[in-house]
T-cell receptor, first 109, second 115 residues
């Protein structure tokens, strides 16, 4: 059974810092890994999807990497802004979609 | 493009009562998902439809939960009777078609509180 873990559970940084969010999973037999953003009281917004054959994906200030063999993914956010404050969830798509519990990010002005 | 619509946004009921949630996916999306998100956790898949057929309902508590998508468009999720542990946000998502690399688009969810 796939288990997805996200560390840290919460993170607070000053504006402008670069930061890394971590996601680990136990079963490397996956189709893809996806990073989502969730704002309070809202649904999930897809940020990046990395297929199992890919090593990384980039969108603007976001870069996600995937190391399938070690069961790890990182989400790198450059030059963080207060508007980046949200919960970030990773989801691993194998036999089904399994989510981590998320990292709650606060970027202070 | 209109997103995934869900209603109601909030629902408060007493335990042992019944409740139903409604989801209208993005137009043309064949695949529809219902997730349960308990506070502080990631979403957990309850059921997945491809058009009006069930693809996966292995994590749906079938003794109290039911879902249907009769015409392959809108879907309803019902809980009867509700228990305290059913308090959660129920998210609906849709994707264009069934496939491992199809991105899912989420609605804002229905927040259910059981008293």
């Amino acid at each position: 059974k796939q288990e997805v873990t996200q560390i840290p559970a919460a993170l607070s940084v000053p504006e402008g810092e670069n930061l890394v969010l971590n996601c680990s999973f136990t079963d490397s037999a996956i189709y893809n890994l996806q990073w989502f953003r969730q704002d309070p009281g809202k649904g999930l917004t897809s940020l990046l999807l990395i297929q199992s054959s890919q090593r990384e994906q980039t969108s603007g200030r976001l870069n996600a990497s995937l190391d399938k063999s070690s069961g790890r993914s990182t989400l790198y956010i450059a030059a963080s802004q207060p508007g980046d404050s949200a919960t970030y969830l990773c989801a691993v798509n194998g036999n089904d979609m399994r989510f981590g519990a998320g990292t709650r990010l606060t970027v202070k002005p | 493009e209109a997103g995934v619509a869900q209603s109601p946004r909030y629902k408060i009921i007493e335990k042992r009562q019944s409740v139903a949630f409604w989801c209208n996916p993005i137009s043309g999306h064949a695949t529809l998902y219902w997730y349960q998100q308990i506070l502080g956790q990631g979403p957990k898949l309850l059921i997945q439809f491809q058009n009006n057929g069930v693809v996966d309902d292995s994590q749906l508590p079938k003794d109290r939960f039911s879902a249907e998508r009769l015409k392959g468009v809108d879907s309803t999720l019902k809980i009867q009777p509700a228990k305290l542990e059913d308090s959660a946000v129920y998210l609906c998502a849709s994707s264009l078609e069934l496939g491992e690399n199809q991105p899912q688009h989420f609605g804002d969810g229905t927040r259910l509180s059981i008293l």
